[in-house]
């Protein structure tokens, strides 16, 4: 009888349809007992030779019967309402926390954990708290009705049947911290196991490359072997909870039959009352037995519940406290202000007093070697962490004061990783902004330089794309995340490393092609080659978190420093790609 303070909780969402559920199992139980009273009538009259009323109690039986199948039925469907909407709340709350936590969160988690909890934890849950709960509230309260039944009609046979009751409901309770144990154990390893696999079927061709499918098979099949021993260890307690109830019950209603029946020798009950203690002795323990099938449906979720909490209370890296909304009227300045950062657990500060100004309506490039912050700016823009120290303002407007989804929307971004979905190329497009025509995809398509190529596959822009864009290069994936961005239309745009995957010559064109089209906006562009900034209105030069210089292009490059290094760098990279 494992209640977490989660599953309470996920079973306040559907109070209302709970409590009918709970009410119409109570009323199916109900109809047993009044079964078994007139079985029993119709018993005793049997053995006193008097069949009068019997064709009239053999028709209520038939009736009782006929309403607990409809009973049945409509607890089953308002059970599975209560069920639907406790999953569907938990769903998109624990959506929400996820978009909540951001980058920073999944940076720490395993994608194959948050799956397996998200989906088939919730399942658990739902379980849990349509079968499961309704069965326990029955199970408290019908028993004792019985038991007080019993004790008007045959009290010895509550002789029989109380201990019974007793070692039924509270023998396995001695067993409930190993059964939580086992059941997190479990869990644990289910969702490991979980992880494993996506993470191996998303990393396949690395896999291969590095001729490590063998061994990943090998360690998947260890994790699988892991799993079945947490299951048949997870199954020999819950077996041995369910043996104590079952000898409980059998126990029980031998007893209180064999009492029952001395009485009817002794002569201290009527027939009727042999009868009916005999039939409801049966009938105390159909509840407590009903609750042990439900225990298995719903024990997935009590074991998932853990995980589930921890997902839905992990705070965030940063407070959504700010209520500005981001609708400037002009595309706004960013300023970044003696900014200060260090990754948690890091012995040394990523980012060290980084001041600059990125002008309204300009293009902005952040250039530097790999590892001096570049990408660390973009998440403290984005708020993914707040700066240690300093400041970030937008539109002259600190960044924390702004809603967060509010500064997230009025910032597209196009990352070195892209992610496209498994739907068409138009669908794709049409997430940055629904309602865009198809004038307005083709527009941005080609301002990214890949409308040609859409126009050129058979069905065009209803070209429907392999799972992450696998059908497409990776030049062709960045630049559809490119026109995806452009279509978003926020008065900011960053590219961060967003066409790292395009030819050098025509990265510069795309580029170049990208701040035309991007018209007016604020625009940042973190990029490791050159050619693709050298046209940006200032270029920042990142060095070890710190800035080392800011100019354009020329003037860099005549003041020698980490600039001019880079460019040379790039140049000795090429001459030794053509030697
Ligand atoms: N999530 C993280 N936790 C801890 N340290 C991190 C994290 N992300 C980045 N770092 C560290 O911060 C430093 C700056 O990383 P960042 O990705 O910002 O550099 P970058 O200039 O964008 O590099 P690149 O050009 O290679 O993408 C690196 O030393 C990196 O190891």
Not at 284 to 291: A, S, W, Y
Not at 394 to 419: F, K, N, P
Not at 470 to 495: H, Y
Request: glycine residues 10%.
């Amino acid at each position: 009888m494992i209640v977490h303070p989660e599953l309470r909780r996920a079973a306040r969402r559907a109070r209302p349809p709970l409590l009918a559920a709970t009410l119409l199992q109570g009323a199916v139980t109900l109809t047993h007992l009044a079964q078994a009273a007139l079985l029993a009538v119709a018993l005793a009259g049997l053995a006193r030779g008097d069949t009068a009323r019997l064709p009239w109690l053999l028709a209520a039986v038939l009736a009782v019967v006929a309403a607990r199948a409809g009973l049945a039925l409509w607890q089953r469907r308002t059970a599975t309402r209560a069920g639907a909407r406790v999953r569907v709340a938990l769903r998109d709350e624990l959506l929400a926390r996820l978009g909540r936590l951001g980058p920073a969160h999944l940076a720490g988690a395993r994608a194959g954990a948050v799956r397996t909890t998200l989906v088939d934890g919730v399942e658990g849950i739902d379980a849990y708290v349509s079968r499961y709960l309704p069965q326990l509230l029955v199970t408290l309260t019908v028993p004792p009705l019985v038991l007080a039944v019993v004790a008007a009609v045959e009290p010895v046979a509550l002789l029989g049947l109380v201990p019974a009751l007793l070692l039924a409901l509270a023998g396995p309770r001695a067993w409930d911290r190993l059964l939580a144990s086992r059941g997190k154990e479990h869990w644990d390893t289910y969702e490991g196991l979980g992880a494993d696999y996506l993470e191996a079927l998303q990393g396949m061709p690395a896999l291969r490359a590095a001729g490590a499918v063998g061994r990943t098979r090998t360690r998947l099949e260890q994790r699988s072997a892991a799993l079945h021993r947490a299951t048949v260890a997870k199954l020999r307690v819950s077996l041995a909870d369910t043996g104590i109830t079952d000898l409980a019950i059998q126990g029980g209603t031998a007893a209180a039959a064999l009492l029952a029946c001395w009485s009817a020798v002794t002569g201290s009950t009527s027939a009727t009352g042999t009868y009916l203690v005999l039939l409801l002795a049966s009938e105390c323990f159909r509840p407590v037995r009903d609750l042990a099938r439900e225990w298995h449906a719903g024990y997935l979720g009590a074991s998932a519940a853990d995980g589930l909490a921890a997902l839905r209370t992990a705070e965030p890296a940063v407070r959504d406290t700010g209520t500005a909304s981001a609708d400037w009227p002009e595309p706004p300045e960013l300023c970044f202000e003696n900014v200060e950062f260090t990754y948690d657990g890091a012995r040394t500060p990523t980012l060290r007093g980084v001041t600059f100004t990125a002008r309204a309506g300009r293009t902005t490039a952040i250039v530097g070697p790999s590892g001096s912050g570049k990408s660390t700016l973009m998440a403290l823009l984005l708020r993914h962490h707040d700066p240690d120290g300093g400041r970030i303002t937008l539109g002259g407007r600190c960044t924390t004061r702004y809603a967060l989804d509010a500064l997230r929307r009025g910032i597209a971004v196009v990352s070195q990783e892209t992610y496209l979905f498994h739907a068409t190329i138009a669908d794709n497009l049409r997430l940055a902004r629904p309602d865009a025509t198809d004038d307005e995809l083709a527009r941005a398509a080609r301002a990214a330089g890949v409308h040609d190529e859409i126009a050129a596959f058979p069905a065009g822009y209803a070209t429907v794309l392999g799972e992450r864009g696998a059908t497409l290069s990776g030049g062709q994936r960045q630049r559809l995340a490119l026109a995806r961005a452009l279509l978003a239309d926020a008065p900011v745009l960053v590219l961060d490393e967003a066409t790292s995957s395009v030819d050098e010559r025509r990265e510069a064109d795309i580029v170049r092609e990208l701040v035309n089209a991007a018209g007016g906006r604020t625009v940042l562009v973190v990029a490791h080659r050159l050619a693709a900034v050298r046209h940006a209105d200032r270029i920042v030069v990142l060095d070890g978190g710190r800035v080392d210089a800011v100019g354009e292009h020329a003037a860099l490059l005549g003041s020698g420093g980490v600039y001019a290094e880079l460019v040379e760098a790039g140049h000795d990279h090429r001459e030794g790609l053509a030697a």
